[in-house]
Structure formats: C-alpha cells, structure tokens
Nanobody, 118 residues
Framework: QVQLVESGGGLVQAGGSLRLSCAAS?????MGWFRQAPGKEREFVAA????????RYAEPVKGRFTISRVDGIYTVYLQMNSLKPEDTAVYYC??????????????WGRGTQVTVSS
C-alpha cells in the first residue's frame, strides 16, 4: 500500500519561507501538492513528474513556490517563499499524476498545516 507522509508545516510571518516535504513509500511517482483553506475547496498548487524533468504551478504561487525532487529519493519538496496570509491552508501531498485535478490522484497524504500571519 502506498503511503505519503508530509512534514514541514508550521506558523510563519508574511514574507517568510517554509519547506514542505512529502515522503512516498518506496516508489517513484509523479506527485503534486494541493491545499485547502477553511471553508474552501481543495485546490491545486504544484506538480512534478516522476523524473523531475517537468513541473507545473498554479497561478497564485508562480514565482514564489518551487516543487522539486532529488534523483533516487522518494521525497518531493515544496519550497514556499514570500508567503502571504492567503497561503494559509492545510497542504496535501498527492501521488500518481501531474494533473491539476484532484480526481486524477489515487494516493493522498494526511496533510500538514501552514499558517501565515500578517
């Protein structure tokens, strides 16, 4: 069974940075990050192919967030810079696609809270 474990969330001031990690259990997948703010639907943030050669980002995070992975390591990172209060959400790691659509991802982590104070 595939397991995804996120880490790295926390509380940060606006303008600060955080790095999220997602470790997959023993396999290399194309992976994505989504987020869900209170009272809102879960939305796409970024995705990366299994090889790391291609990435895609949602417009609100372009130029501020970077998704990456290291060859041979089943971990994907989301570096988040210039954080804004509107980035506050639970961030979820997902595996099995690079789509911006939730239903295309068969595997999900439990999420990690990111809170950005103004």
């Amino acid at each position: 069974q595939v397991q995804l474990v996120e880490s790295g969330g926390g509380l940060v001031q606006a303008g600060g940075s955080l790095r999220l990690s997602c470790a997959a259990s023993g396999r290399t997948f194309s992976m994505g990050w989504f987020r869900q703010a209170p009272g809102k639907e879960r939305e796409f943030v970024a995705a990366i192919t299994w090889s790391g050669s291609n990435t895609r980002y949602a417009e609100p995070v372009k130029g501020r967030f970077t998704i990456s992975r290291v060859d041979g390591i089943y971990t994907v990172y989301l570096q988040m810079n210039s954080l804004k209060p509107e980035d506050t959400a639970v961030y979820y790691c997902a595996a099995g696609s690079t789509s911006n659509l939730l239903n295309n991802y068969p595997y999900w982590g439990r999420g990690t809270q990111v809170t950005v104070s103004s």
